[in-house]
């Protein structure tokens, strides 16, 4: 198929890295290399892992092979990867969120933990955003608790538990009372806030036109910090609700997984991370730069996030 | 407002040559892998979706919307020519268009399915083109409580595609209910019925129980007919008439009020996210079938019954872009993987693209037309090479389309396990069918349980379960009460075909 | 004899219903605090309209006929090929099991024409091969 200019001009830089002795590293997969996307295809951690792949295959000339596994936000994915041998060929990506929540809440049930993998480094952070229509009365998440609290109730509407056990938090932190609409996807989440039936809702990046054309506003970040595109906005944790969530999109192997090959495979994540092709892609999936922590930063992320997610998700 | 000289220019540029070749090469793309057994439309999109990471934004949204549009076309083909259809919409198609292919009549039936597929399209698209904006205004109001009145208007109609026996078809529409209550529940994300599969978290997948029913238990029923029988997979024609091999004009316009009529169902529908395709074909051809001076010609080969299938499921993807376009919201799967494209070329579909990106829309609008244009000319030809290809012995082209859809539902699902999974349901479907239970409504219920189900537990969130705040929406009570008389009508129609 | 096909699938459904209602249900499904829809509601009536129903057409059977027994004999006999089939392919991978399924299916149902075997079993497993991991870079099961 036809490459944009932007892939030619990789390729050609790849050639030329490759006939430099600096960049060839002297593992190479035997034979082709899978990257198992824990979602469906057409979604934006998909449609970042294809990109990721493509620029991957023209930095090192390793024949890649994107596969999508869905089920239980990666969670089938990951208990399948768990289960292969180490032997250097499948790679894993995923989000940190839903893995968490499923190892915190139902861990007996899994063949993993967060040691059964090798980290191999993250691609991008996801920001959560709590957004209410222009007309809304309120302003912020204060401003939004108080006239919960006047009108006696307020819709919401979330897409994934750790959404509902933040509204669930606010309550128990405030008193006030919420009528939690679970919607499939934040799409059906602005649907919802568009249509009137809820006032607010939770948004990953659906909510960027409506913010643009001036229909909704940003009334809380859901990140442990602020959010890059509205930096006014307080957290939960500044509006005195103490919880958030960091969704990061990350890649593991097996643990046990040959030193080498990890090695070489997280460089070339990490110089895919950086092609400006693959930047583009990021920045239309999540609205930011991507962000790679590399193999320890990757662990430790999940390590810190596990931990978090034992405070606020534990039953 | 998009000025004229803009919708100008980007229709425009969408007779580019550059444009034109890439519509063609995905509707010849579509038609082909949408017509292989176990593959179908969407798989055929999510396939092509990689290869246009390297295009400009407008050639390749083009040539998604030719392999859509393909891939409709070509997924008639195995429901008409094998009775194997590889998606549920298709389904309905095959309840006529195979009967009328046994009598030796495939090119007729299988044109019939072109010809009211692009109707249908092609209504819809000119809905989309001149009045998308007040009807996704529309779509919103349509809020939970009217998604559930909307459903159970849905369930209230597939009572016309009950056979002979009221308690058997509840027990396939349970079943299918039941089977779509595996995996996540919808309002506490609990796994559900998954004993110990994760793969199950998200439910069965369609690709897995559509097949598995539809396309590999019929298989396997003709194969054990087969046995020691060697003959082609269809005739081609049994006489030289040659009204048996095309449509003819009289026919053709002795079907257009049940093709407007599927048009407006599809197009109702698809502007409305997650009802889909398949309730539509199935509501027109009920509809249809119960509106007849002779329902009992239906399943016989009936050309009204392709049409209304046909022209009803096609309505709903150019209708599905109305939500899409101007509020960035999928309205089903293949929506969902437009809406990718647009996302890797830096656009997202919501209220300011019309204004933004004015000039790409309307070329996008430009392409749909002449995908409608290429589409009925590719299919004129495909159709003759589908049908010399199932002209073949069945011993290939049933171990070679089994192959084809072990292949295809591993892409379209997580691998062996989704494979695995076809072949429990087709064992189901095979049971099914031979004590007679309709597969039809089971596929149905299945595909429409989990956002009926979600839809409840949204409006019982909304209304704190005080489901008398249903009276205060009146859409959803002129809903319900028309489910009450067309449930009444079809049951009454049902008891005058058994009559007869 | 005629009503003796409604009477065991009815019979069936009621058997289903009730064992997921009383058995399979509570003990698959998680309980939770709260909430408007219970995850085990619909699963529930669903379970419970299985039973009533299938009660309904054993007590009440139509005149259905099931198909041919050696026909469904048969049946199971491709079933029990597939099984082995993807058990196969879950060792050794689609590009050695395919052809040998292939030529299995088309043996029983009684090919024996040379050309036609060796289209199905050759030509046609190695196209899906070249198409599918050559031209579209994808995985075969």
Sequence with gaps: MKLSKNLVALAASAVMALTAPSFAEDWAPDGPLTIEIGFGAGGSTDTMGRVLAEVMKENTGWNIVVENKPGGGGVAMFT?????????????????????????????????????????GTIAKAELALVASKDAPFDDLEGMIAYAKEKGTLPVATMAPPQVLMMK??????????????????????????????????????????????????????????????????????????????PVFFLAMKAGTDAEALKAISAAIDEATKAPAFAEIVQNAVKGAPINMGPEGAKQMMVDGLANAKILFAK | MVDFSTMLAGFGDALSFLNLAFILFGVVLGQFVGAVPGIGPIMAMAIAIPFTFGLDPLPAIAFLVGVNKGGLVGGAVPAVLMNTPGTPDAAATAMDGYPLAKQGKPLKATKM??????????FSDIVLITVSAPLAVLALKMGPIEVVALMIFAFSILAGLIGNSLAKGIISAAFGLLAASIGQDPENFTPRLIFGYWDLFDGLALPSVAIGMLAISEILHRLSEAHGNLRPAIIAKNTDNPDDSRVTWAEYWSCRVTMLRGAIIGTILGALPGIGSTAAAFMSYAMTKASSKDPGSFGKGNIHGIAASESANSAVVGANLIPLLTLGIPGSVGAALIISAFMIHGMQPGPLLFE??????????????????????VGQLGLRLWVKVVSAPESIIFSSALLLCFVGVSMATSGLFGV?????????????????????????????????????AQSLALTNGDMTQVLKSPVAVALLILSVVSLVWFLRTNARVEDE | MGTMADRISGLFFMALGLVMYFWINPTYIETVDGGNLSPDSLPNICSLILAVAGAFVAIKPTNHHVRNPVLMAKTGLYVALLVAGIWAMSWLGFEYVAPVLALAI??????????????????????????VTQLLGRALP
């Design chain 3, 106 to 131: 088309m043996w029983f149902v009684g090919e024996r024409r040379l050309l036609w075997l060796g289209l199905g079993v050759v030509v046609v497993p190695a196209a899906i091969w070249f198409i």
């Design chain 2, 113 to 122: 399915a072109l010809f009211s597929s692009i109707t249908g399209d092609t």
């Design chain 1, 169 to 246: 938090q606010t309550k128990a932190t405030t008193g006030a009372e919420f009528n939690l609409v679970t919607a499939d996807g934040g799409a059906e989440v602005m649907k919802l806030i568009l249509g009137g039936q809820v006032m607010a809702g939770f948004g990953s990046g659906e909510q960027f036109p409506y913010l643009e054309s001036g229909d909704m506003k940003v009334i809380a970040s859901a990140n442990q910090s602020r959010l890059s595109y509205a930096p006014e906005a307080k957290t939960f944790i500044e509006s005195g609700v103490n919880a958030y969530v960091d």
């Design chain 2, 356 to 377: 933004n990106q004015g000039r790409l829309v309307y070329g996008l609008f430009g392409a749909m037309i002449m995908a409608n244009f290429v589409n009925l000319w």
């Design chain 1, 80 to 120: 399948g990867l768990s289960q292969r041998p180490a032997d250097g060929k499948t790679i894993g990506m995923g989000v940190s969120i839903p893995v968490l929540v499923q190892l915190v809440q139902r861990g007996d049930q899994l063949p993993f933990n967060v040691d059964s993998f090798d980290y191999l």
């Design chain 2, 420 to 456: 695995a999974i076809m072949l429990i349901f087709a064992i189901i479907g095979y049971l099914m069918t031979s004590f007679g239970y309709s597969l039809v409504i089971f596929i149905i219920a299945f595909f429409l349980g989990p956002r009926f189900e979600k839809s409840i």
